[in-house]
């Protein structure tokens, strides 16, 4: 055997050591955790994070939990999870509260916030002393959990975990970056842990509840979105491209915002083929199939009514119909078959409206409104959702009873502040 054959041999022998290691160190720190009467799980379903909604979870399509540790500490459950997300990987430690509670975020030493966190940060309470970062909606929520009691508990805590990135999720205290690679590690820490869930028990803080969501995988700050998966029957009503074959739906999204319109939201995959010649390597000349994969874009909302077809775009679709705004025709087309119902549609303020947010095209069709957009994404579909919103209250109430309707389906919101303004 030449010394390349011995050298491969040797890496192979190598690798295989290597693997029965890692294998055995595996199955030694599962039984330690099974020692302690905690499950272990390798392939957890949706259900294990489906209650939680907060970053890191409840952020875009990618939900990938992994190796589940669950059990009891205290006489509290706890889970500590790796989980896989979008825009971030890792593991999570929790354990249950009470009650289900608003978000709050607490962060000491070099904690960096968590990506995609839209609380607003507020003053952190003197008993915690320095280095503490408060996350809320409502820094009076944030004051009334922070109690003497609580900021001790943390403060113990930070004492031994001096990087403590701490959130509540509904009824969930949870925890990134948990010790989780050692059991004599990790159920000190849950049993700290679980005394900071005991002190927030022991809070008055009831006015604060939140009712029970639905038991589907949710969506941050969005609770009235849900996510259906596949559901190829919308390919037949919806404006999705036709040709090819294979036709499939993913990730479709439902829900609204509020009291805006419902929306559905998905990618349409297909497949085209096509002949074309080549030349062997013998010099002859030869036919191959090429297929090819191609993807859409689908976002749509439900509008109150059937609507006189209406195309809102940048200048790039042509001119359109010609506005008293010389601004906004330089910056915008509109397209309808009825011109007296773009010219209510599309008043001074309308205009002003659609300068200040430039939307993606748009355009009503029966009783549907459709954008064109590239990405599907948790923010591309909040962002539209936001600014149709705010387009629709604006068209005037006569508008309305001519579709016949009694009155605006959405009340005005003149005075909120328009995105980009």
Excluded at 67 to 74: E, N
Excluded at 81 to 100: C, D, F, H, P
Excluded at 263 to 285: I, L, N
């Amino acid at each position: 055997m030449d010394s390349t054959g011995v050298i491969i041999l040797v890496l192979a022998a190598v690798a295989i050591g290597i693997g029965l290691v890692v294998m055995v160190r595996r199955e030694r720190y599962v039984r330690s955790l099974r020692d302690r009467g905690w499950a272990f799980e390798t392939s957890p379903t949706f259900d294990a994070v489906a209650r939680l909604s907060n970053p890191p979870f409840g952020l875009g399509f990618r939900r990938d939990p992994d190796d589940q540790i669950s059990g009891q500490t205290s006489g509290r459950s706890f889970q500590v999870i790796e989980y896989g997300a979008e825009n971030w990987k890792g593991w999570v430690g929790m354990v249950t509260l009470s009650r289900r509670l608003p978000e709050l975020w607490i962060m000491a030493g070099q904690a960096r916030p968590r990506y995609g966190v839209r609380a607003a940060k507020v003053a952190a309470p003197a008993q915690l002393g320095a280095g503490w970062q408060i996350g809320a909606l409502d820094p009076a929520y944030a004051a009334e959990v922070l109690t003497p009691q609580v900021c001790e508990r943390l403060n113990a805590m930070a004492a031994v975990h001096p990087d403590l990135n701490l959130g509540i999720d509904g009824d969930q205290l949870v925890v990134l970056d948990p010790p989780r690679k050692d059991a004599e590690l990790l159920a000190p820490w849950l049993e700290q842990l679980a005394t900071v869930a005991a002190a927030i028990d022991a809070t008055e803080l009831d006015r604060w509840i939140q009712s029970e969501p639905p038991a589907r995988l949710r969506f941050y700050h969005h609770p009235d979105w849900h996510w259906v998966g596949e559901d190829d029957s919308l390919l037949d009503t919806t404006p999705a491209k036709r040709s090819g074959y294979d036709h499939a739906t993913k990730d479709v999204i439902r829900g609204r915002d509020g009291d805006g319109p419902p929306f559905v939201a998905f990618v349409h995959e297909w497949k085209t083929s096509r002949t074309e010649r080549y030349t062997d390597s013998e010099g002859r000349s030869q036919t191959r199939t090429v297929v090819e994969e191609h993807n859409e874009t689908i976002l749509g909302f439900q509008l109150p009514a059937r609507m006189p077809e209406l195309k809102v775009g940048l200048r790039g679709i042509g001119r359109g119909i010609s506005f008293e705004s010389g601004a906004f025709n330089d910056q915008f087309a509109v397209h309808a078959a009825d011109t007296k119902y773009a010219y209510d549609v599309i008043h001074p303020r309308q205009m002003e409206y659609l300068m200040a947010n430039p939307p993606a095209t748009f355009e009503f069709v029966d009783d549907w409104a459709w954008f064109e957009v590239d990405v599907h994404s948790q923010e591309v579909i909040g962002a539209n959702s936001h600014f149709l919103r705010g387009f629709l209250a604006r068209i005037p109430r006569f508008t309305w009873r001519n579709l016949g309707l009694q009155d605006s389906p959405y009340p005005p919101i003149d005075l909120e502040p328009a995105r980009g303004a």
